[in-house]
């Protein structure tokens, strides 16, 4: 250790050059150890300054890496998530919140089984030592629910007798009411295979073996598509049914996300809300799609992103996804760092917070609150219509203008949401189909798939099981030629 008095006189220069070397990443051992003999103070004020240093530099890289991005990724606000590369997309941070249920939510169990064989276990003889065990009264039961290894196809051989009517002058059969005119697969086969396609996104090659090694019942893959298409054509009146629906509800959601066909670019249309589901793959994504689904004047409140093709449906009401909003400030701040964009961001910001704040009240209501919803209004109107010179500025100055009515619909009905989160949880299912079956070869597959993709995801939001419900629905179609209302 140095004395103090040597310290004083002889170690400035020294500790600059020491200091110096810290910062350019060029210590070496002898300097290091020249600085630990100065003491506690300096040691600690040498960490901080190489501290700042390596954090003013990781800045500098990352806003550099973020401009040279920014002139690589020709990707718009409009362009699908799946044809961004990964590197554009922005990383979850922050913390997560906890899984499951909030606290003071009912508990989700599982359903007890009827018990449909028993068995008794005893042991004869002490398993460790083998000695003689006596009788107890200590009685335990455990229930154990299995598949059995024997499950096997049920082939029924049917004999139709056909009797001769002297009125109508022609034999007269009965009606087989188990599987569809002319085929030999059974109602529940095509429609659970089906399900398993288009209901849960598992290929047709999985599906093969699902049926091959699980259930016993060999099958090729050009016999279950020729089933599905039938099964497509008898439900097609339900299709329709759940557009009709869907155009007459309250609330409708609508989104859409890129397809191919025939190695094509088509588009995946969805329109839902909580009770049905309607799919269409059309090759437009613009108006042309939507006029072929909204036929009529949709007197609901119809909620979508920014997209500009929703611009020419005719609705009473619409609300714009407030989501969507703060995903395009966040995108632009990583883009543009100036401070007109990062005053404007954070008035918009903390305007749109404050409105979802608001309407998340318990005790909210329109009438209520309605000072606190024309300031609102008010401080929309001041941030869209000021001055501003900036090219971001002025382009979400621009939107904010244009759907002015649109953007805070939710703080005037308590009934309509703030975001467009159902639909894109109702396309998702659609993505991952897209993603393991690779889309469609033709356009009538492409039809068939919007057809039992609506039927088999419009069941499952009305809690109905879309088995046993289509094969009810196709016997007594088998038998009348007519197939029953879709299931309310």
Known sequence: MLHSSDRSSDTRPDLEAIIKAALSGTLSEEQATQLYSFGPEIVKFVLIAISKGCAELHEQVHQAKAKEDALHNTTGPSTPSGQKPIYTKQTTSGRRKKRGAKQGHQAHHRKKSDVNKRKTHRLNKCPICGGPLKKGQRIRTRIIEDIQKDIQPEVTEHTIHGDYCSTCKKYMEPIVEDAMPNTPLGHRLVCFSAWLHYGLGITISHIISILSFCLHFPISAGGLIAQWKRLAEVLYTWYEQIGQEALQSAILFADETGWRVLGKTYWL???????????????????????????????????????????????????????????EIEKVTCKNQSDAWKRFAKKLGRLIRDAIRLRKREDFSPAKYRRRIERIYHRLDVLAESDYEDADVKRLAKRLCKYREHLFRFLEDPTIPFDNNFAERMIRPAVILRKNSQCNHSERGAAIQAILMSVYRTLKLRGHDPITTLVKALRVYVKTGVLPSLPP
């Open 269 to 327: 249309w969805c329109f839902a809300n909580g009770t049905t589901c309607y799919y269409m793959i059309d090759r437009s994504r613009g108006s042309p799609a939507l006029e072929k689904f909204f036929t009529t004047v949709f007197e609901g409140t119809l909620v979508t992103d920014f997209w500009a093709a929703y611009n020419t449906v005719c609705v009473a009401f619409r609300q714009m996804c407030q989501a969507h909003l703060l995903r």
